[in-house]
């Protein structure tokens, strides 16, 4: 008779979570991604881990379906699984989960089963950095976007994006500080990170994954499912590599808008604005278009729209940095982008260098040219009532 090795390592999976902002009719967990649940892609990445003890926390009453996810993605391994019922707050479903975990572990990972597509590559990172000796690791990525202090509907400072970054999950501790924290804390935490630093313990970071991401709404879900089908359409499953893609975009504005004018990243004193829901940069909404569709990725209304408010007023390079995210995320990088302005004012001549310079840097410095032509009279854009835009984008894959 053969006996189990002791694992040492223990991963506590959060997946009873109600899901509201995701509308979908039940818990988060169960909402199926695929052919497959939010639960079923958390676990195959933590079963393609090191070796651990896995606990999942699960909604009342939904304990045997997790228990039936958990041996549909790896019955060999459902020895080392337990499921125990959550509580009203995380914390409370993290506290559940500690208690039972095996005395034997020494390693602690909390993993959020809404990041159902974490590589195994990140548990493998935070579980050698608390082996090596850090108290507690949490995954991060970088902040890319300007981050603003407001109050109410006005901008009131500037935060340095340098000193921040995004958490994500698994964090990891040693299992006697993780223990001793929880037995402390009198307050309820957003992460356990926070919670041990509470204690007074010095939280390290590695390095977390765009893949990570947590899925929370509609949109979310809709990410996660053009990732994954472009896992299935590619090099693994035709033994082709994927070919280079191209988009193009168009998009118009006319003049009346408040304020000064900004096209292709750049004010324009003098120059009557356009008018939008952001700042009404035809040029840089139609290199957006052009890119998303060579990724297949929808378009500007699907990730910028008026439902989206956070982008009201903002600028190209908002834009321009947020979508070169999204085609990292989905497997691809910008070859270069061509636009055209068509438009009797502003005059491009002199500031097509400056322009181009601008649009690159948003791009993360992809090489970006930029025309300009009247149309001799004709249409909106002879009668000078606004400006057309159009680019064509290649994209290569990473």
């Given at each position: 008779?053969?006996?189990?090795?002791?694992?040492?390592?223990?991963?506590?999976?959060?997946?009873?979570?109600?899901?509201?902002?995701?509308?979908?009719?039940?818990?988060?967990?169960?909402?199926?991604?695929?052919d497959r649940t939010i639960l079923h892609h958390a676990l195959a990445g933590?079963?393609?881990?090191?070796?651990?003890?896995?606990?999942?926390?699960?909604?009342?009453g939904r304990e045997d379906d997790a228990r039936g996810v958990a041996?549909?993605?790896?019955?060999?391994?459902?020895?080392?699984?337990?499921?125990?019922?959550?509580?009203?707050?995380?914390?409370?479903?993290?506290?559940?989960?500690?208690?039972?975990?095996?005395?034997?572990?020494?390693?602690?990972?909390?993993?959020?089963?809404?990041?159902?597509?974490?590589?195994?590559?990140?548990?493998?990172?935070?579980?050698?950095?608390?082996?090596?000796?850090?108290?507690?690791v949490v995954p991060v990525l970088p902040v890319v976007d300007t981050i603003k202090r407001v109050d109410g509907a006005e901008i009131v400072g500037v935060v340095d994006r340098s000193e921040l970054a995004a958490a994500q999950t698994p964090q990891g501790f040693r299992r006697d500080i993780l223990d001793a924290a929880y037995r402390?804390?009198?307050?309820?935490?957003?992460?356990?990170?926070?919670?041990?630093?509470?204690?007074?313990?010095i939280v390290a970071v590695v390095a977390g994954d765009a893949r990570a991401f947590k899925i929370t709404t509609a949109d979310d879900?809709?990410?996660?499912?053009?990732?994954?089908?472009?896992?299935?359409?590619?090099?693994a499953a035709d033994q082709h590599p994927p070919l280079p893609r191209v988009g193009i975009g168009t998009d118009v504005h006319a003049f009346g808008g408040d304020g000064a004018l900004w096209l292709a990243g750049l004010e324009w004193p003098g120059e009557p604005a356009l008018s939008g829901h952001s700042d009404g940069d035809a040029v840089a909404h139609a290199i957006v278009d052009a890119l998303l569709a060579a990724a297949c990725l929808g378009d500007i209304g699907t990730h910028f729209g008026t439902?989206?408010?956070?982008?009201?007023?903002?600028?190209a390079e908002t834009f321009l940095a947020r979508t070169t995210d999204l085609l990292a995320e989905a497997g691809w990088r910008i070859g270069n982008v061509s636009v055209q302005v068509q438009a009797n004012r502003p005059r491009f001549a002199a500031r097509r260098l400056e322009a181009e310079a601008a649009l690159s840097a948003a791009l993360g410095g992809a090489p970006v040219s930029v025309s300009a032509t009247t149309t001799d009279g004709l249409g909106f854009t002879g009668r000078g009532e606004g400006v057309a835009a159009h680019a064509v984008a290649l994209l290569l894959p990473v």
């Open positions: 008779m053969s006996i189990a090795p002791v694992l040492r390592v223990g991963i506590i999976v959060v997946a009873a979570g109600s899901g509201t902002r995701l509308a979908a009719g039940q818990p988060k967990a169960f909402v199926g991604i695929d933590i079963f393609a881990s090191p070796p651990a003890q896995v606990v999942i926390v699960a909604p009342a041996r549909a993605v790896a019955d060999a391994s459902t020895d080392r699984v337990a499921v125990v019922t959550g509580g009203s707050t995380r914390q409370a479903s993290v506290a559940a989960g500690l208690a039972a975990l095996s005395p034997g572990v020494e390693t602690v990972l909390v993993h959020d089963a809404a990041r159902a597509l974490t590589p195994p590559a990140v548990f493998e990172r935070v579980i050698a950095a608390v082996e090596s000796g850090s108290t507690g402390a804390a009198t307050a309820e935490f957003t992460d356990d990170a926070a919670l041990v630093a509470d204690a007074g313990h879900l809709d990410r996660a499912r053009r990732l994954l089908a472009a896992d299935e359409s590619g090099p439902d989206h408010r956070e982008y009201a007023g903002a600028h």
